[in-house]
């Protein structure tokens, strides 16, 4: 039988093309890495590389090697991570969720239906959150779009509209309401840790320069003692404490409000079913 470290260092070497650079990477000496690909040819008692002028590349034999020991390497990190997954769901839940604040409210119901179990939440959007659901790293997920999905059952849950946070002193303090377009110029607080509002925010507002803050006490600090404009949301305003020196306003375009759907896999939907009649009383209220 190879052994796996055999294999990681023989694709390292496909990957980077010589014996110092694949070394580097491996963080290990370059004669030690030569030691190990004689041996992987000792072990499987065929030549896989061309030696000359103290150069060496891959022979024919040796790019098939590489190429099954990536392979094999991807399908033991997915052994792995299922593993993971499946010990994960026997112990815990993992919820994640493309915004904080659905998060933060479903957190209580979770613990009040599964209170027995370790539960972790993560912040993430995109690809990442839909694979996560999928693999099994996530056990339930929070999107921002309903998901035309056979795999995955959906419930509709809140909708969230952003809002800008101004000084009173601010020129655009008197509107009702504004757009993204409006807001161009500006030099704007951005907390990091808001999902997937974070790119948009990014993607309608190129020409504002953005503050961003990763820790939230800092963010709240610099929203109270400073003039600049910050974001804020319709649902964030009905459960949070607000600075009285500033305005609210509702930013008034289509991808500023998002509906969000809680969702897991159809498989478990009897395991999550009492969660999500949770989840629909709350909503009715």
């Not at 190879?2 to 000496?29: D, V």
Request: proline residues 3%; aromatic residues 10%; glycine residues 4%.
């Amino acid at each position: 039988m190879i052994e796996m470290y055999l294999l990681e260092q023989l694709a390292a070497f496909a990957q980077y093309g010589t014996l110092t650079g694949a070394a580097e990477a491996l963080h290990i000496s370059q004669p030690a890495l030569t030691r190990s690909m004689k041996k992987l040819e000792n072990d499987l008692g065929i030549t896989l590389f061309e030696r000359n002028n103290k150069k060496i590349h891959l022979n024919e034999t040796g790019k098939l090697a590489a190429a099954l020991a990536q392979s094999q390497l991807e399908q033991n990190k997915e052994m792995v991570s299922r593993l993971i997954a499946f010990d994960r769901s026997l112990h815990s839940i993992g919820i994640a969720s493309c915004a904080p604040k659905p998060m933060a409210d479903l957190m209580p119901i979770l613990q009040d239906h599964f209170g027995g179990m370790t539960i972790f939440s993560e912040l993430v959007y995109g690809e990442k959150l839909i694979n996560g659901l999928k693999n099994g790293m996530y056990h339930l997920a929070v999107f921002c779009e309903l998901l035309e999905d056979k795999e995955v059952l959906c419930q509709r849950y809140i909708t969230e509209h952003l809002y800008v946070s101004l000084p009173k002193n601010h020129r655009l303090a008197e509107r009702e309401s504004v757009r993204f377009g409006d807001l161009a110029g500006e030099k704007f607080l951005l907390y990091q840790h808001i999902g997937f509002w974070k790119s948009v925010c990014e993607k309608y507002m190129k020409d504002t320069s953005f503050i961003i803050q990763p820790d939230r006490d800092s963010f709240m600090e610099l929203v109270q003692n400073t003039d600049y404009p910050a974001f804020s949301s319709d649902t964030i305003l009905a459960s949070e404490y607000t600075p009285e020196d500033r305005i609210y306003i509702p930013i008034n375009e289509e991808k500023a409000s998002y509906t969000y759907y809680v969702a897991c896999l159809n498989k478990d939907k009897h395991k999550y079913s009492s969660f999500f009649s949770a989840v629909r009383s709350t909503v009715i209220k």
